[in-house]
Nanobody
Framework: QVNLLESGGGSVQVGGSLRLSCSVS????????MAWFRQAPGQAREGVAS???????PYYADSVKGRFTISRDNQNTLSLQMSSLNVHDSGIYYC???????????????????WGQGTQVTVSS
């Protein structure tokens, strides 16, 4: 069993930055993929960034490439540094853990087995 808890969400103006964190507990040794997803009201959950944990290899959605950075700070913490935020970045952000990491499927939600409850990010103009 793996438990995930996101934090760091909030309200920010266009052009601002936020850093999200995901606290991970439980045995993750059999899983090699961690990721961030987001979901805006009325829209499907969208993969934002993922990381291949054995090597720290990241993979990003085109919409966030160059603005977001995913990192695994330690065995128990996954982070997402977000900068140059725009209104389209608003939504609930979730972290997830899975065992399949092959781009572009690395951003496919059904590939992930464990999910946090999410943290709200609101970007306003």
């Amino acid at each position: 069993q793996v438990n995930l808890l996101e934090s760091g969400g909030g309200s920010v103006q266009v052009g601002g930055s936020l850093r999200l964190s995901c606290s991970v507990s439980g045995d993750t040794t059999r899983y090699n993929a961690m990721a961030w997803f987001r979901q805006a009201p009325g829209q499907a959950r969208e993969g934002v960034a993922s990381i291949y944990t054995p090597r720290g290899t990241p993979y990003y959605a085109d919409s966030v490439k160059g603005r977001f950075t995913i990192s695994r700070d330690n065995q128990n913490t996954l982070s997402l540094q977000m900068s140059s935020l725009n209104v389209h970045d608003s939504g609930i952000y979730y972290c997830a853990v899975g065992s399949f990491w092959t781009p572009p499927q690395a951003l496919n939600a059904p590939r992930y087995l464990y999910w946090g409850q999410g943290t709200q990010v609101t970007v306003s103009s």
